[in-house]
T-cell receptor
Framework: KQEVTQIPAALSVPEGENLVLNCSFTDSAIYNLQWFRQDPGKGLTSLLLIQSSQREQTSGRLNASLDKSSGRSTLYIAASQPGDSATYLCAVYETSGSRLTFGEGTQLTVNP | GAGVSQTPSNKVTEKGKYVELRCDPISGHTALYWYRQSLGQGPEFLIYFQGTGAADDSGLPNDRFFAVRPEGSVSTLKIQRTERGDSAVYLC??????????????FGEGSRLTVL
């Protein structure tokens, strides 16, 4: 059974700092990996989708990498801003079907 | 609408009652998913529709839970004889094609269910 782990569970940083969120998964036979952002009381907003044949994706200040062989992905946020404060979720698409398996998320707080 | 729409946004009910939660996916999206999210946890898969049929319902916790998508668009998640443990946010997502074929998922804002 696929298990997704996110470290750290919570992170608090001062504004302007660069930071890395980590995601690991137990079964490397995945199709794709997707990073989401969730604000309190809201749904999930897709940030980046990395296909299994890709090693990274970039969008603005965000960069996500994928290393299937080691079962890891990282989300890099450059020059963090208070508006980046949210919970960041990593999810993998399993090869056995079309379900997403999520990690428990990293709660990020960027202090002004 | 432009995004996935879920109603109601909040539902408070008493233990033992019947509840329906509705999801209106993005127009043209053939794949629809239901997830459940408890406080402080990541979403957990419940069921996946491709068109009108349930392609994977293995995430439904028991036979009190049922979902339909009769015309391949709007879906309804139905919960019978609700229990306090059913309290959670129920999230719906849709994609243009099945997620296993690189279809990016788009989520609604969820329906928060509280069972007293």
């Amino acid at each position: 059974k696929q298990e997704v782990t996110q470290i750290p569970a919570a992170l608090s940083v001062p504004e302007g700092e660069n930071l890395v969120l980590n995601c690991s998964f137990t079964d490397s036979a995945i199709y794709n990996l997707q990073w989401f952002r969730q604000d309190p009381g809201k749904g999930l907003t897709s940030l980046l989708l990395i296909q299994s044949s890709q090693r990274e994706q970039t969008s603005g200040r965000l960069n996500a990498s994928l290393d299937k062989s080691s079962g890891r992905s990282t989300l890099y946020i450059a020059a963090s801003q208070p508006g980046d404060s949210a919970t960041y979720l990593c999810a993998v698409y399993e090869t056995s079907g079309s379900r997403l398996t999520f990690g428990e998320g990293t709660q990020l707080t960027v202090n002004p | 609408g432009a995004g996935v729409s879920q109603t109601p946004s909040n539902k408070v009910t008493e233990k033992g009652k019947y509840v329906e939660l509705r999801c209106d996916p993005i127009s043209g999206h053939t794949a629809l998913y239901w997830y459940r999210q408890s406080l402080g946890q990541g979403p957990e898969f419940l069921i996946y529709f491709q068109g009108t049929g349930a392609a994977d319902d293995s995430g439904l916790p028991n036979d009190r839970f049922f979902a339909v998508r009769p015309e391949g668009s709007v879906s309804t998640l139905k919960i019978q004889r609700t229990e306090r443990g059913d309290s959670a946010v129920y999230l719906c997502a849709s994609s243009l094609q099945p997620s296993a074929n690189t279809g990016e998922l788009f989520f609604g804002e969820g329906s928060r269910l509280t069972v007293l």
